[in-house]
């Protein structure tokens, strides 16, 4: 005879992993960042999800991860619905059940939105490890995992293309068996975005929830509230910013139609980059350094750069060094990811899933000698 299924809110289950930055609200709870998401150790033999979903240009993804295994990723439409996660399963076996969100935090649409409101299940919840390691991740489209899904021919700047699972920062938190935090967004730098937008930098959000988002519904969920870091205090973060940074150097100069001011990364006549525009983003980096150790005070910080070149390598070594002379502050480092290649590349000329392993194999066993003491 099958059980009976019951309708439980979030906030009325005992437990209850929850993945990513978020405001500590369950009723609902908001999934603002890349591979955020719900953890549940569920012991029954059907498991649904209510979400209440909304977008105007970017839907959102979600993967479903059964026993450390995806089996599932899908697009969710607008509206207030049921999702089911899986059904016919042995109700007497316990499965650890991951749903992530896929996509990146959306700037560039206000009305992006993922909640979870609560469960349908027929069993019952039982608790899930709490890992002994845990790892910050802030970076751009690498980090959000542009790319990393999709055919190399893609070229089409959509949803579809995110994958949160096949990113080398949750396969490296996978791989040191380490709970992970993302905080991404395409297209943006240390200084300046890859168009030379100087408010499109992730440091000066960092201190919000979600500080990059816009619009009056992102305020009224959450988004611009101050986050608690006291709450979760990372071993590691990893940063791997600095390819936007590089780009603008090559892109049209972009102007403030607020302002009328232009700014722009500028090239020296024989192709160099222009030594006052670097010096403006190794000050940025130093200052990114400093509020990253005032907010994390015993973190190990790493800056993992190169998955697509290494033109700022330069300046960021000098503003790690630069920071390290200024503050006494030892606890900083440096590592070169491997560069994609032809075999690697992925869609929209990010790096692919291939890319993704490589740099997560790589990064994870130079993790290992701040973890593994």
């Given at each position: 005879?099958?059980?009976?299924?019951?309708i439980k809110?979030?906030?009325?289950?005992?437990?209850?992993?929850?993945?990513?930055?978020?405001?500590?609200?369950?009723?609902?709870?908001?999934?603002?960042?890349?591979?955020?998401?719900?953890?549940?150790n569920a012991?029954?033999?059907?498991?649904?999800?209510?979400?209440?979903?909304?977008?105007?240009?970017?839907?959102?993804?979600?993967?479903?991860?059964?026993?450390?295994?995806?089996?599932?990723?899908?697009?969710?439409?607008?509206?207030?619905?049921?999702?089911?996660?899986?059904?016919?399963?042995?109700?007497?076996?316990?499965k650890n059940?991951?749903?992530?969100?896929?996509?990146?935090?959306?700037?560039?649409?206000?009305?992006?939105?993922?909640?979870?409101?609560?469960?349908?299940?027929?069993?019952?919840?039982?608790?899930?490890?709490?890992?002994?390691?845990?790892?910050?991740?802030?970076?751009?489209?690498?980090?959000?995992?542009?790319?990393?899904?999709?055919?190399?021919?893609?070229?089409?700047?959509?949803?579809?293309?995110?994958?949160?699972?096949?990113?080398?920062?949750?396969?490296?938190?996978?791989?040191?068996?380490?709970?992970?935090?993302?905080?991404?967004?395409?297209?943006?730098?240390?200084?300046?975005?890859?168009?030379?937008?100087?408010?499109?930098?992730?440091?000066?959000?960092?201190?919000?929830?979600?500080?990059?988002?816009?619009?009056?519904?992102?305020?009224?969920?959450?988004?611009?509230?101050?986050?608690?870091?006291?709450?979760?205090?990372?071993?590691?973060?990893?940063?791997?910013?600095?390819?936007?940074?590089?780009?603008?150097?090559?892109?049209?100069?972009?102007?403030?139609?607020?302002?009328?001011?232009?700014?722009?990364?500028?090239?020296?006549?024989?192709?160099?980059?222009?030594?006052?525009?670097?010096?403006?983003?190794?000050?940025?980096?130093?200052?990114?350094?400093?509020?990253?150790?005032?907010?994390?005070?015993?973190?190990?910080?790493?800056?993992?750069?190169?998955?697509?070149?290494?033109?700022?390598?330069?300046?960021?070594?000098?503003?790690?060094?630069?920071?390290?002379?200024?503050?006494?502050?030892?606890?900083?480092?440096?590592?070169?990811?491997?560069?994609?290649?032809?075999?690697?590349?992925?869609?929209?000329?990010?790096?692919?899933?291939?890319?993704?392993?490589?740099?997560?194999?790589?990064?994870?066993?130079?993790?290992?000698?701040?973890?593994?003491?």
């Amino acid at each position: 005879m099958e059980k009976d299924i019951t309708i439980k809110p979030l906030s009325e289950i005992d437990y209850l992993k929850i993945h990513g930055r978020t405001t500590g609200d369950l009723s609902p709870l908001t999934l603002f960042w890349t591979a955020s998401g719900i953890e549940l150790n569920a012991k029954g033999a059907e498991l649904w999800i209510e979400v209440e979903v909304d977008y105007e240009q970017y839907e959102p993804w979600i993967s479903i991860v059964i026993n450390s295994t995806p089996v599932g990723r899908q697009m969710l439409t607008k509206g207030r619905y049921w999702v089911c996660i899986f059904r016919g399963m042995n109700e007497n076996v316990i499965k650890n059940v991951h749903i992530l969100k896929d996509v990146q935090a959306m700037n560039s649409d206000p009305s992006h939105l993922l909640q979870i409101h609560a469960v349908k299940f027929d069993g019952e919840f039982l608790p899930v490890e709490e890992k002994k390691y845990k790892i910050e991740f802030i970076g751009d489209s690498i980090t959000s995992g542009e790319g990393a899904i999709g055919a190399k021919q893609e070229e089409d700047w959509i949803s579809m293309w995110f994958s949160a699972i096949d990113n080398y920062a949750v396969l490296t938190a996978n791989a040191l068996q380490a709970d992970y935090r993302i905080l991404s967004q395409s297209g943006w730098g240390i200084l300046t975005s890859w168009d030379n937008n100087p408010n499109y930098n992730i440091p000066d959000y960092y201190e919000k929830v979600c500080g990059l988002l816009t619009g009056e519904k992102n305020e009224l969920i959450g988004a611009f509230r101050e986050n608690d870091f006291d709450a979760w205090q990372p071993d590691i973060v990893v940063v791997n910013l600095g390819t936007n940074d590089g780009g603008a150097f090559y892109s049209p100069e972009w102007k403030d139609e607020e302002t009328g001011k232009v700014y722009k990364q500028r090239l020296n006549n024989d192709g160099t980059f222009h030594e006052d525009d670097v010096l403006a983003f190794e000050t940025a980096a130093v200052q990114f350094l400093n509020k990253l150790r005032q907010y994390n005070k015993n973190a190990q910080i790493i800056w993992a750069y190169g998955m697509l070149g290494t033109p700022m390598m330069p300046a960021i070594y000098r503003a790690v060094d630069q920071y390290k002379k200024n503050s006494g502050d030892q606890n900083v480092s440096i590592i070169q990811l491997p560069n994609m290649t032809e075999e690697t590349v992925g869609a929209r000329a990010h790096p692919g899933k291939l890319a993704h392993k490589r740099a997560a194999a790589e990064l994870a066993e130079y993790l290992k000698q701040f973890l593994y003491k």
